[in-house]
Every structure is written in structure tokens, then in C-alpha cells.
């Protein structure tokens, strides 16, 4: 195992520098490639990394994280962009922020941002299965996806994330078409803020990839748009809209009664409010890592539906260390 720290005081000062470091071939190597961000914005007015080219399998592989006591989700109990924190940024239009064309490769407690529209986030490009784990994305979300799988044989697993669009217009967040993709326990959602407008959705898919427990909100009418005719894949949602094409869901629900997401000085500011009626999912935890975005145990009794297991008044949890107490005060 290599694992190497990247920021401006980490081993790599850039994620293409930690990149272009890996081994052509792992498996010859018998080695995984670990980046580890430290708690630092990383950003760029172009693409930021592109993985190509490298020989994995499901024992040695990729993984791109944020490093120990980095993460948003280690100190926060709420979700909001913060550039303390290991994060990946671009604001670049028209173009892709990080695209992974390896297989096995993994995307695990990091923030992503884009200012900038017509782009996607993070594009999964290759055939094999990649892994997107308790991760946050925000963006305008015009005209682009924040996570693109989109090929019949390119599988995304990604659980236990949130992805929050701040556009008012037609959203486009999230597209998966792998039968064998699956989407669990994720919250996708446009501002509560933010008029929708007509057309897109929160969640495409094709196919039959598996999605459960996804919280889609503020999304128009059609928070699940099957492209291609596909039959219903869904089970176990919620959403504010009348309708989900989602057996075992719950609709019409109340955006403002499940979270709060904009605080007082106008930012974004998921927190799951208590109350609300997002207990009526199924049990994933065999299949979702069985924590939710912030590493709490999901509950089996009562299954939540999103990313978020408890529901926190006030907004943040006490840290547990002196310098995570001092990332807060800034």
C-alpha cells in the first residue's frame, strides 16, 4: 500500500503531481495507489485530474480521499461547502472536473465544487465498477451532471453522498445507465430556494441499475426520469413531488419539514430536521457500507432514506480535537 498526502504541505502538492507518480500497473506491482487530501481546497480554472491508464483489479487499486481528521463530515454534523476541509474545485464551464477512466477506483469522503456550469463534477468513464462513498458535491447543475455514468457497461456505485444544486432552472444532477450500478442512500436535491423550473430531474437512469433509500427533492415533477424506456429500478424514496417512479416510496412531503438548507447568512446549510418522514426506507447496510455520511451506524429498525441518519438541532457536533475545534472558528 502507498499512500501519500497531497496539499501545499503534503507530499504531492497537486492531485495531477500524485497521479502521474502511480504505478502503470498494480497488479504487477501487488501495490494500491492511496491520495490522501489534506484539509485544504484544492482548485483550478481547468481540469483538475484525469486517471487513465493504469492496471487494477479489485485487490490493488485507486482511492482518492480525504485524509484522517480532514474531512467536512469528521467535525460538521450539517453539510456546507467549506475550503478548510479536503475539497476539489474548478470553475471552469464546458469540461469535465475529475474524470476516472480506471476501474475499482474509489472517491471517499470528499467535497466537490464547481462555480461554473455546463460541466460535469466527476465522470466515471470506463467499463468496470468505481466507487463514490459518503461524499458531497455542489454546484449550479445547469445543462450537466455532477456524477456521469453514462454507458451501459460503465458501473458507479455511489452511496451514503449528497448532492445539492443551487440552480434555478431544469436540474440535471445525477445519471447512472449500468444495470449494475447502484445509488443507495443518497439526498439529491435542488434549494429550497431555487425555482426548478420545467424538465430534468434529480436522479436519470437507464437500464435497471439498483437505487434505494435516495432522498430526491425540489427536483420538478419527475424526480426519477427513466431514459430509453426503462422499467422502474427504484424502491424505498422520498421526495416532495406527487409522484416517484419508486415502488415502496414516500411522496408529497414537505421540503422545509425534513431539512433546513440555507442558514443565516444565506449559504448552504443541510441539516436534517427532527421530524421529519424519512424513515420509511429498507435495510442496505449489507450493501451501503452500513454508516452514513458522517460515519454514524445507519439504524435497521427504522431504515432512513438519504445520506444523513440523525437528525442534529443547531447544526454542528462538539469535535473531538483541539485542531478541528480551531478549523471551526475560522
Keep these: 500500500?502507498?499512500?501519500?498526502?497531497?496539499?501545499?504541505?503534503?507530499?504531492?502538492?497537486?492531485?495531477?503531481?500524485w497521479f502521474d507518480e502511480c504505478p502503470s500497473d498494480l497488479i504487477t506491482d501487488t501495490d494500491t495507489w492511496e491520495g490522501e487530501v489534506l484539509a485544504e481546497q484544492l482548485t483550478s480554472t481547468a481540469n483538475i485530474l484525469t486517471i487513465s491508464g493504469i492496471t487494477t483489479n479489485a485487490t490493488y487499486f485507486i482511492t482518492l480521499r480525504a485524509a484522517a481528521d480532514a474531512a467536512l463530515m469528521d467535525d460538521y454534523r450539517v453539510l456546507n461547502y467549506n475550503t478548510?476541509?479536503?475539497?476539489?474545485?474548478?470553475?471552469?464551464?464546458?469540461?469535465?472536473?475529475v474524470v476516472s477512466n480506471v476501474a475499482y477506483t474509489r472517491f471517499e469522503r470528499l467535497q466537490f465544487q464547481k462555480t461554473a456550469s455546463n460541466s460535469v463534477l466527476l465522470k466515471i468513464d470506463t467499463a468496470g465498477p468505481?466507487?463514490?462513498?459518503?461524499?458531497?458535491?455542489?454546484?449550479?447543475?445547469?445543462?450537466?451532471?455532477?456524477?456521469?455514468?453514462?454507458?451501459?457497461?460503465?458501473?458507479?456505485?455511489?452511496?451514503?453522498s449528497a448532492f445539492f444544486s443551487t440552480y434555478s432552472?431544469?436540474?440535471?444532477?445525477?445519471?447512472?445507465?449500468?444495470?449494475?450500478?447502484?445509488a443507495l442512500n443518497c439526498t439529491i436535491m435542488i434549494?429550497?430556494?431555487?425555482?426548478?423550473?420545467?424538465?430534468?430531474?434529480?436522479?436519470?437512469?437507464?437500464?435497471?441499475?439498483?437505487?434505494?433509500?435516495?432522498?430526491i427533492f425540489n427536483a420538478g415533477v419527475n424526480p426519477i426520469t427513466k431514459l430509453g424506456g426503462a422499467a422502474?429500478?427504484?424502491?424505498?424514496?422520498?421526495?416532495?413531488?406527487?409522484?416517484?417512479?419508486?415502488?415502496?416510496?414516500?411522496?408529497?412531503?414537505?421540503?422545509a419539514d425534513?431539512?433546513?438548507?440555507?442558514?443565516?447568512?444565506?449559504?448552504?446549510?443541510?441539516?436534517?430536521?427532527?421530524?421529519?418522514?424519512?424513515?420509511?426506507?429498507?435495510?442496505?447496510?449489507?450493501?451501503?457500507?452500513?454508516?452514513?455520511?458522517?460515519?454514524?451506524?445507519?439504524?435497521?429498525?427504522?431504515?432512513?432514506?438519504?445520506?444523513?441518519?440523525?437528525?442534529?438541532?443547531?447544526?454542528l457536533s462538539i469535535p473531538v480535537a483541539m485542531d478541528q475545534y480551531a478549523r471551526l472558528r475560522q
Design 1 to 17: 500500500m502507498t499512500t501519500r498526502s497531497i496539499g501545499a504541505a503534503g507530499y504531492y502538492s497537486t492531485l495531477i503531481l
Design 232 to 255: 422502474s429500478s427504484a424502491s424505498y424514496c422520498a421526495t416532495d413531488a406527487t409522484t416517484i417512479d419508486a415502488t415502496s416510496s414516500v411522496t408529497s412531503l414537505t421540503h
Design 169 to 182: 432552472g431544469p436540474p440535471n444532477i445525477v445519471r447512472v445507465d449500468s444495470d449494475d450500478s447502484s
Design 84 to 97: 478548510s476541509y479536503a475539497s476539489i474545485n474548478s470553475s471552469v464551464s464546458y469540461s469535465n472536473v
Design 258 to 315: 425534513q431539512w433546513t438548507d440555507v442558514d443565516n447568512t444565506g449559504g448552504i446549510d443541510i441539516r436534517l430536521k427532527s421530524g421529519h418522514s424519512l424513515q420509511a426506507g429498507v435495510d442496505a447496510s449489507a450493501d451501503n457500507g452500513g454508516v452514513d455520511i458522517f460515519g454514524t451506524t445507519y439504524s435497521t429498525g427504522s431504515p432512513i432514506i438519504g445520506c444523513e441518519q440523525d437528525a442534529v438541532a443547531g447544526g
Design 130 to 160: 468505481q466507487y463514490v462513498d459518503r461524499c458531497f458535491f455542489k454546484g449550479p447543475g445547469r445543462q450537466n451532471y455532477f456524477l456521469l455514468s453514462e454507458a451501459s457497461d460503465i458501473i458507479a456505485h455511489f452511496s451514503n
Design 191 to 215: 434549494s429550497s430556494n431555487a425555482s426548478v423550473g420545467s424538465g430534468g430531474s434529480g436522479l436519470h437512469i437507464s437500464n435497471r441499475p439498483d437505487v434505494r433509500n435516495c432522498a
